[in-house]
């Protein structure tokens, strides 16, 4: 089956008692036993409950992996992850992360004995000199945020020992634009939050991968832990990826005319989009993705704090707001937002200027969106 035909039939069967066409809220903690030991399959709804079955069917179907997990939130997922390691292992990560991970990273799992090197890994190369007999995982995320730097994914698996498991955070392309796994990828993880729901209105996450063993493990560290998300809003989430397909290629329309019109605008200094041909790995991004996504990032000529806030100010379609991946247009302003925390310094090395704006483009018509950045930019 193809992606659309998976994204809506994928681990989901009309109920069989009642017709109903989609997948009830199972809303229990417990299920009756018969005796003790006999059951339908369910026993306590931490280790599974049949709405987050259907979801984690439906997720591996769409990553094309054997196994699909669900959690409470992207955090949750990657939280999973780390427990995979243990003290003394080392971890190379793209320098250019989600803020959140960078956070859990060094300041919860660092304190388990744990080391994380963060690398500028825009060329899959500057991965081998950090590479040693403790490295256990690979952690990558392309496109980044808020930069939107390509990772040459199959170029990073040439680099890496077998032995080493590479992650991918694929939550910027979704999987309907980059499948991971088949790139050399072990694991992916994505906040569902984002483009799965795509409707800015459920925290989830979710984690997919091939390999039994791993997957014996991600199970058991799921149900011990306990970062699973609730029936309600797993349904959200299964009624979010029905969509996927169509959402991301309005996304991918709108952003690329909203991208050729900064690219032409006077007041624009640069703009950030893997689909110019300028962008330093655009060759990178048309061999491992299907289209170019829906996130970009631009800097004004005046390189100022007070002329990205006057521009932010002018803009209401745009809302001003930390996440992505909606339906509706977003704005942000990393350098007073997300990456506020980071020192200015380090914020620039990282691409970071003071004037530089992210939009996550929603999939509104294109004539309004280009009428208000128009207006906003005078
Ligand atoms: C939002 C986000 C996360 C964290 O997900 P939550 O659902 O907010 O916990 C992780 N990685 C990326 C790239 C994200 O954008």
């Known amino acids: 089956m193809k992606f659309s035909t998976k994204a809506i039939h994928a681990g989901q069967q009309p109920d069989p008692s009642t017709g109903a ?3 009830p809220i199972y809303q229990t903690s417990t299920y009756v036993q018969e005796e003790p030991g006999v059951n339908h399959g369910y026993e306590y709804a931490r280790t599974s409950n049949p709405t987050r079955t259907a979801l984690e069917e439906l997720l591996a179907s769409i990553e094309n992996a054997q196994y699909g997990f669900a959690f409470g939130s992207g955090m949750a997922a990657i939280d999973a992850i780390t427990r995979l390691l ?6 190379i990560a793209t320098a250019d992360i989600y803020g959140g991970s960078y956070r859990l990273f060094t300041k919860v799992v660092e304190r388990y004995g744990i080391k994380f090197h963060f690398v500028d890994l825009s060329n899959p190369e500057n991965i081998k000199q950090y590479i040693n007999e403790k490295t256990k995982m690979i952690w990558l995320e392309t496109p980044t945020n808020p930069s939107l730097q390509i990772i040459d994914i199959k170029g990073i698996k040439h680099f890496t020992p077998t032995q080493i498991t590479i992650v991918v955070d694929n939550t910027f392309a979704s999987p309907y634009l980059q499948n991971p796994l088949e790139l050399g990828a072990d694991i992916v993880i994505h906040s569902g939050t984002k483009y799965l729901g795509g409707h800015s209105d459920v925290i989830s996450g979710c984690v997919m991968l091939n390999d039994k063993k791993m997957a014996e493990e991600i199970k058991f560290i799921q149900k011990s832990v306990g970062g699973v998300p609730g029936p309600m809003d797993v349904f959200l989430v299964m009624r979010g990826i029905k969509t996927l397909a169509v959402r991301m290629e309005r996304h991918c329309d709108n952003a ?9 605008h006077p007041k624009v200094a640069k703009v950030n989009y893997p689909g110019l041909q300028n962008h330093p790995n655009h060759l990178i ?23 990205a806030v006057s521009f932010l100010k002018k803009c209401k379609l745009f809302s001003l707001a930390e996440s992505l991946g909606g339906v509706e247009s977003l704005i942000s302003h990393p350098a007073s937002m997300t990456h506020a925390s ?23 018509d294109i004539e309004d969106l280009l009428a208000e950045l128009t207006s906003a930019l005078a």
């Open 342 to 364: 980071i020192p200015k310094e380090e914020r620039q090395k990282a691409g970071i200027s003071d004037s530089l704006i992210r939009i996550s483009v929603g999939i509104e």
């Open 256 to 264: 690329e005319k909203i991208a050729d019109f900064l690219v032409n």
């Open 21 to 23: 066409i989609m997948t």
């Open 285 to 307: 991004a048309k061999s491992q993705m299907k289209r170019y996504g829906g996130m970009m990032s631009f800097e004004l000529k005046d390189d100022s704090k007070e002329a």
């Open 86 to 91: 243990n003290p003394g292992d080392e971890v």
